[in-house]
């Protein structure tokens, strides 16, 4: 069996991981939660940076410190994990479903900008954009910064996929308001389960760390200020993360060298692989292609062959919950009707109708690479 994405796990994991059970603070307490919140800003070059449970709590603390709240309108891909959607309900917000462009699969900027005039001419102000550097590849950040600063809203980035990515020399997620961070299993590092929040405004930091922390005041006594989570990284967790970290310059390399064979070897027969700006790079996390051919069944050939390929994502658009009766829940059937809006979707449906990811461990071997390849090409002439 070769996975699609499994953690790469070693030495400086375990020395980590033990000293942090041997102090005996595994919880709430230690200092490798403000070291790896420290390290993490310093790799990525923001000015501070607010451990957490998860990517999907990450996002959740963004909004909320950044006013989302009831009936507010964010922007956020179609195209995306679903992660990167439900915090806005969580907010009681509502998502508004862009398209992407046709090359780098991210927020198409001209989408975005057909719904800010739209929704203002009928008198709509939305709050919020989230752009997600999906699968790795960072969105065009620029152009969709310009619209919101001329619409007043805040651009969040969900970097959840794209640790190590770059526009010209920034990492993304330092250049919106907040960026967000996974340290799921299958992201580029890993926790176990994290994530992390990075901000250039101290006072957003603070509010976040708050919040995570069940909003309590300082002192002995149990006095909360706000309704705030518990959504705080643990130190054992954040041991992981560090020395995950440590080895990120390794991973990447990894990364881009897996996707870059994939390409070499599969463009050449009509696949279609994920572009990327001019001066950008994409950490790689899933290479990712649109195939030739009928993809359910050439799925389903790499899925016989012990080949952990994936489809990529529906459109958010489409997804169950998001459906007008989804809530009934009688036996799975659900209605037709929209209950948010969408701004295009036909690039977004192309990319699930096409799409697969192929397995990118960072330690996957050259040997187990090639079997992808030439099964892949296989089920590909078959189809
Ligand atoms: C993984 C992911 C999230 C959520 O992160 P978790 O740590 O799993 O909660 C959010 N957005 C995107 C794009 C993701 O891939």
């Known amino acids: 069996m070769i996975p699609l994405c499994t953690p790469d796990l070693g030495p400086a994991e375990r020395a980590l991981l033990l000293e942090a059970l041997d102090s005996t603070f595994v919880s709430s307490v230690g200092p490798f939660v403000e070291r790896f919140e420290r390290e993490f800003a310093d790799f990525t070059g923001a000015r501070q940076a607010v451990a957490c449970a998860s990517g999907t709590a990450a996002l959740h603390l963004a909004l909320r410190v950044c006013g989302v709240g009831r009936g507010d309108l964010v922007l956020v891909s179609d195209f995306t994990f679903i992660a990167s959607a439900t915090p ?49 590849a960072p969105a065009d950040f620029g152009p969709i910064q310009a619209i919101c600063d001329r619409f007043g809203a805040v651009l969040i980035e969900d970097a959840a996929e794209a640790l190590g990515a770059t526009i010209g020399t920034a990492h993304v997620g330092t250049l919106g308001r907040i960026g967000c961070f996974s340290f799921n299993g299958n992201k580029v590092i890993t926790t176990g389960g994290g994530g992390m929040c990075v901000t250039g405004d101290p006072a957003l930091a603070t509010a976040m760390k708050h919040l995570s922390t069940q909003a309590k005041l300082p002192g002995l006594a149990f006095v909360h200020d706000q309704v705030g989570y518990n959504y705080r990284l643990t130190n054992l967790a954040a041991a992981l993360g560090l020395a995950q970290l440590g080895r990120l310059p390794e991973f990447l390399r990894r990364k881009h060298a897996i996707a870059e064979r994939y390409r070499a070897a599969l463009e050449p027969l009509g696949c279609r692989f994920q572009g990327v700006h001019d001066g950008a790079r994409s950490s790689d996390w899933l290479a990712s292609c649109l195939v030739a051919g009928d993809r359910d069944r050439i799925l389903a050939q790499l899925t016989a062959a012990g080949i952990g390929g994936r489809p990529l994502w529906m459109p958010l658009s489409d997804q169950p919950c998001f459906l007008e009766d989804s809530r009934g ?44 390849i030439t099964t892949l090409i296989h089920a590909m002439g078959q189809s």
């Open 88 to 136: 806005i309900l969580h907010q009681g917000a509502e998502p508004v479903f862009i398209d992407s462009e046709e090359r780098t699969w991210n927020l198409d900027p001209q989408a975005v900008e057909d719904a800010f005039v739209r929704l203002d001419r009928s008198g709509h102000r939305p709050k919020a954009v989230i752009a997600v550097h999906v699968l790795g």
């Open 329 to 372: 829940g009688d036996g799975g059937k659900f209605g037709e009707e929209r209950r948010f809006m969408r701004f295009g979707g036909e690039v977004a449906k192309r990319l699930s109708a096409t799409g697969i990811s192929l397995p990118s461990s960072t330690h996957l071997s050259v040997a187990d690479q090639d079997h992808v």
